[in-house]
Every structure is written in structure tokens, then in C-alpha cells.
């Protein structure tokens, strides 16, 4: 067996022992890491009847899950994910890429007139394991997000976004900084300990 496979084969035993894993499956949720977004929102109050939102990098629509529960009929919930989701009572779901022109606009064509009160995005690119690679993808990301939401977000609306820690991070930081009042950084504590992901939560958006 190569390392590789050794190394894939102990994520797989991990992963079914995990105990956000175990939750999930007994409590009817999509994903562990809808574990992360109950977490930041009980801290934050992101989410509430009414809520526009914008899921990024979506699947398997754990995200927008909770965006549904917590925001009710009234609320708006869209997502977007590369891969396939089943479908996800009181939310649409897009399959495309975001990094593409189609993508956007068939985002927005869902959207019509409405303004977005908070953009989630859990997107990250298939890591490859070497950071000289996977950090300038992950930072790419991060930047289409941030823009979407700039020119998306109502004046007071959120961000939240997946990061991994390291190089143009703080550059990021900076950015969101300029275009909102508030921001933080969370570490949930599904995040597992190994993992460089960091959420960073611009809130009180000034304006496009």
C-alpha cells in the first residue's frame, strides 16, 4: 500500500468515527460541517426569518440546511456547488462553477431584484496537499466570494467565508477590513484540529 493510500485509508476510519459525523447522521443533516455554521451563527445571530442568503461551494447543502431552518418560509435561501446535491426543500440549488460567467449569472437570475442579506461560502479547491498549490486557489476563491458579495450585499449584510491559513490571508483581511465594519475570526469546534481552516466573518457591510 503507498503512503497515499495508507494516509486516505486513516481519513476514512477518522472520518467514520468522528463524532460531528455520528451527530449528523443521528440528527438529519447533510454534513458535519453544518456543525460549524450552528456554531458561528448561536455566536453571531446570522441567520433569522427573512434572511436573503447566498451559499457558496454548497454541497452536500449542509449550509443551506441550516440556512433554511433557521431563516423560514419568509427567508430566501440559494446555493451553488460544482457537485450534484439532492434536492433541498425551501432553498434552490444551482450545480455550476462559480468561477465561471454562466455560473454568476444563473446565480443571479434566481436572485432577480432581491439584496442578499448574508453570503456563506464553504468552498475550497481540491487540495492537493502541497501549500505552494493549494493556498493561491484557496485564496482565489476567497476573493471571488468576497467581490460577489460587494456587489451583492445589502448595506449591513455579512460575509462568511472559509480560509485556510498562510500566505495572502492577511491581505484578505485587510480587504474585507475596508468594505466592512466588523470582522472576526472563528475557529468552530468541528473544525478538525489539523486542519488550517479558519471562517472569517465580515459583518456591517458598508456599501458597495
Given at each position: 500500500m503507498t503512503k497515499k493510500?495508507?494516509?486516505?485509508?486513516q481519513?476514512l476510519t477518522?472520518?467514520?468515527k468522528?463524532?460531528?459525523?455520528?451527530?449528523?447522521?443521528?440528527?438529519g443533516?447533510r454534513s458535519r460541517?453544518?456543525?460549524?455554521?450552528?456554531e458561528?451563527?448561536?455566536?453571531?445571530g446570522?441567520?433569522?426569518?427573512?434572511?436573503v442568503?447566498?451559499?457558496?461551494?454548497?454541497a452536500?447543502?449542509?449550509w443551506a440546511?441550516?440556512?433554511?431552518q433557521?431563516?423560514?418560509?419568509?427567508?430566501?435561501?440559494?446555493?451553488l456547488?460544482l457537485?450534484?446535491m439532492?434536492?433541498?426543500r425551501?432553498?434552490?440549488?444551482?450545480?455550476g462553477d462559480f468561477?465561471e460567467?454562466?455560473?454568476?449569472?444563473?446565480?443571479?437570475a434566481v436572485?432577480q431584484?432581491?439584496?442578499?442579506?448574508?453570503?456563506i461560502s464553504?468552498m475550497a479547491?481540491n487540495?492537493?496537499?502541497?501549500?505552494?498549490i493549494d493556498?493561491?486557489l484557496?485564496?482565489?476563491l476567497?476573493e471571488?466570494?468576497?467581490?460577489?458579495a460587494c456587489?451583492?450585499?445589502?448595506?449591513?449584510?455579512a460575509?462568511l467565508?472559509k480560509?485556510?491559513?498562510?500566505?495572502?490571508l492577511?491581505?484578505?483581511r485587510?480587504?474585507?477590513?475596508?468594505?466592512?465594519?466588523?470582522?472576526n475570526?472563528v475557529?468552530?469546534k468541528a473544525?478538525?484540529d489539523?486542519?488550517r481552516?479558519?471562517?472569517?466573518?465580515?459583518?456591517q457591510?458598508?456599501?458597495?
Amino acid at each position: 500500500m503507498t503512503k497515499k493510500s495508507k494516509s486516505s485509508a486513516q481519513w476514512l476510519t477518522d472520518h467514520e468515527k468522528d463524532e460531528y459525523v455520528l451527530r449528523a447522521r443521528r440528527e438529519g443533516y447533510r454534513s458535519r460541517a453544518s456543525y460549524k455554521l450552528l456554531e458561528i451563527d448561536e455566536k453571531f445571530g446570522l441567520l433569522r426569518p427573512g434572511t436573503v442568503v447566498v451559499d457558496l461551494g454548497a454541497a452536500p447543502g449542509g449550509w443551506a440546511q441550516i440556512a433554511v431552518q433557521k431563516c423560514g418560509r419568509s427567508g430566501f435561501v440559494v446555493g451553488l456547488d460544482l457537485l450534484d446535491m439532492e434536492p433541498l426543500r425551501g432553498a434552490t440549488l444551482i450545480k455550476g462553477d462559480f468561477t465561471e460567467e454562466k455560473s454568476l449569472a444563473e446565480l443571479m437570475a434566481v436572485l432577480q431584484d432581491r439584496t442578499v442579506d448574508l453570503v456563506i461560502s464553504d468552498m475550497a479547491p481540491n487540495l492537493s496537499g502541497m501549500k505552494e498549490i493549494d493556498q493561491p486557489l484557496a485564496i482565489y476563491l476567497t476573493e471571488l466570494a468576497l467581490d460577489f458579495a460587494c456587489a451583492t450585499l445589502r448595506p449591513g449584510g455579512a460575509l462568511l467565508m472559509k480560509c485556510f491559513e498562510g500566505s495572502g490571508l492577511d491581505e484578505l483581511r485587510r480587504v474585507i477590513r475596508t468594505n466592512f465594519k466588523q470582522l472576526n475570526n472563528v475557529k468552530p469546534k468541528a473544525s478538525r484540529d489539523k486542519s488550517r481552516e479558519i471562517y472569517v466573518l465580515g459583518r456591517q457591510f458598508k456599501g458597495s
